[in-house]
């Protein structure tokens, strides 16, 4: 009988200590909810995102047609001082850096960029789904080497009627990595609704980057 009650309080505390999560910094992660979009089994729990590219060259111009597809999230809630946010992981994502603003997961995709080119990126298409109940937390600026770190919120965009950002294209800028000249664009999956908790999550991205000669129509 002693054994047996041994065992059961044993397993008690493994589910009081998975369920009261880990704690750090003031934040605590109690556990996390897979968020799936694939339409099939086969990728039903698939955490990499799949991305394919497709290029066509016709004289003055080269066009790649760019396919980013993202079969599920991960929805991460975290509690701050009682008020529980949540962060949206994809597999291959980054974050957005600006301390404040909604953290938003992003892509950045490098595509080699011709001398004497300009370039036209163009979003083609998209396959979005809505989910609700969702409060994104706001980035937060690097701790203080001394002192407390300030909670940091942008009550602007929280406080705002509307999506944050209005695209899925963050930026394009040209880069040099390695002596190589790159297109860089950065996408986020996710628009962020504060006012009705919501997000707008683009499952799918369909992108049309065109390089055309200098003095070429676009």
Known sequence: MTKFYKIFFAALLIILVQTVGVKANGLSKPGNLWINFATDAGNKNRQTPELKMSTSTTPGSKTTIVNYKIFGCRNIPILYNHFEYNQLEVGDCGFTSDAGNPKLPVRTIF????????????????????????????????????????????????????????????????????????????????????????????????????????????
């Open 111 to 218: 595509l080699e960029f011709p001398d004497n080119h300009d370039y036209n990126v163009k979003l083609i298409g998209t396959k979005t789904s809505k989910i609700e109940n969702i409060f994104l937390l706001p980035t937060q600026p690097a701790p203080p080497e001394s002192g407390d770190s300030i909670f940091t919120i942008n009550q602007q965009i929280y406080r705002d009627n509307a999506y944050y950002p209005a695209g899925r294209i963050l930026s394009v800028k040209v880069v040099k990595l390695r002596e190589r000249r790159l297109l860089e664009i950065r996408l986020t999956p996710v628009r962020f609704h504060p006012l009705q908790r919501e997000v707008d999550f683009a499952h799918e991205i369909d992108l049309m980057v065109t390089f055309m000669d200098v003095g070429t129509e676009q």
